[in-house]
């Protein structure tokens, strides 16, 4: 167990519907990474946020946006969900800003009818 | 594009022999990789990193080794168990807040 949480771990929706994927870091890391992994892209760095800060972005769709909350857990936002949106989404913490050895989360699968 | 990759999408071994996973970078002002294991089903876990100033590092059964005269770096897996089942990423970590990037993968297959 990393220390880091994801809900929800499973969300099956329709193209056009928005949902809203939620991290919580592990105790005492301040920044929060996302990622999309799909079986034909890899692994995929989303945003970063320290300390509820974007830090750094990554290939993240216009589509799609974050947040860090002041408790700093965080939420990957995904609206006009088209079916190449389906994918497994991580979240990973680490203590700085460097993304030095990053914890990551059980992922949420999100498939897109 | 990418600035890190893998040479190999699948490497199968026998268990108990040796695992060499390579992975290839193309920026040289690079000067921290990691390796991460992600198993079926899972988020990926730190294993191992580098630093520049290092050619050689050893962890617990695994070794990565960093050649940066050719931009290259390798993990080494010694006595390959069937746990050891899972795809490896090296990795760049952000500098100054520039892109995080992560090699596309290599999938160890251990065999019985």
């Known amino acids: 167990d990393s220390g880091v949480t994801q809900t929800p771990k499973h969300l099956i929706t329709a193209t056009g519907q928005r949902v809203t994927l939620r991290c919580s870091p592990r105790s005492g890391d301040l920044s929060v990474y996302w990622y999309q992994q799909s079986l034909d892209q890899g692994l995929q760095f989303l945003i970063q946020y320290y300390n509820g800060e974007e830090r750094a972005k990554g290939n993240i769709l216009e589509r799609f946006s974050a947040q860090q909350f002041p408790d700093l857990h965080s939420e990957l936002n995904l609206s006009s969900l088209e079916l190449g949106d389906s994918a497994l989404y991580f979240c990973?913490?680490?203590?700085?800003?460097?993304?030095?050895?990053?914890?990551f989360g059980p992922g949420t699968r999100l498939t897109v009818l | 594009g990418e600035s890190v990759g893998l040479h190999l999408p699948t490497l199968s071994v026998q268990e108990g022999d040796n695992s060499i996973i390579n992975c290839a970078y193309s920026?040289?002002?690079?000067?921290?990789f990691i390796w991460y294991k992600q198993e079926s089903g899972k988020g990926p876990q730190f294993i191992i990193d580098i630093r520049s100033n290092m050619d050689k590092r050893q962890g617990q059964r695994v070794t990565v080794l960093l050649n940066k005269t050719v931009k290259h770096l390798s993990l080494q897996i010694a006595a390959t168990q069937p746990g050891d089942s899972a795809v490896y990423f090296c990795?760049?970590?952000?500098?100054?807040?520039?892109?995080?990037?992560f090699g596309s993968g290599t999938k160890l297959n251990v065999k019985p």
């Open positions: 990795a760049e970590p952000p500098y100054n807040f520039n892109k995080f990037y």
């Open positions: 920026n040289s002002a690079s000067d921290y």
């Open positions: 990973a913490s680490s203590v700085g800003t460097g993304g030095i050895e990053q914890f």
